[in-house]
């Protein structure tokens, strides 16, 4: 399986970014990594954040525990907590969140309910976060491309 983005392709052969991947896995158990953190792993490790299952709530609190020894043993200081939202909006299909709606007018595409029901849950993940104010968000158009939503 491809983990990986074609929007990602600069960066993935390094790890030098988080992939969404990853970041997905980090909002599923609720651990704040840091670019910081994340560039004191050496690239087995980057690569094992990436592959390692973090799906069934055995493996999301296995992946927790091994992050935060992993992010001591690294940095000597803790990973912070997110709150794990019960109910996040990528596993919502009936509703486009505005956020993205509005991403998605400001370069000139519109989502249609049908297509956002036909993505995966981490697909919708990645245009939410990419979505955000606060992100960079250079790659919103190249996912709206590669997603098909054009």
């Not at 390692?52 to 525990?65: G, L, M, Q, V």
């Not at 955000?132 to 997603?147: D, G």
Request: overall charge neutral; proline content about 5%.
């Amino acid at each position: 399986m491809n983990n990986y983005f074609e929007f990602e392709q600069d960066f993935v052969e390094s790890l030098r970014c988080i992939p969404m991947i990853v970041r997905y896995k980090l909002d599923t158990c609720g651990v704040k990594l840091k670019l910081s953190h994340w560039h004191q792993f050496n690239h087995l490790i980057r690569q094992e954040l990436v592959d390692k299952s973090c799906s069934t709530p055995e493996e999301i609190k296995n992946y927790r525990e091994w992050l935060y020894e992993l992010v001591i043993k690294h940095t000597d200081t803790p990973a912070k907590e997110l709150s794990i939202e019960l109910n996040p909006a990528w596993m919502d299909d009936t509703k486009i969140p505005d956020a993205v709606q509005i991403k998605a007018q400001e370069t000139g595409v519109e989502i249609k309910l049908e297509k956002w029901k036909n993505l995966t849950p981490l697909q919708r993940f990645v245009l939410i976060k990419l979505s955000r104010p606060s992100h960079e968000n250079k790659n919103f158009l190249p996912a709206i491309k590669e997603f098909q939503l054009m």
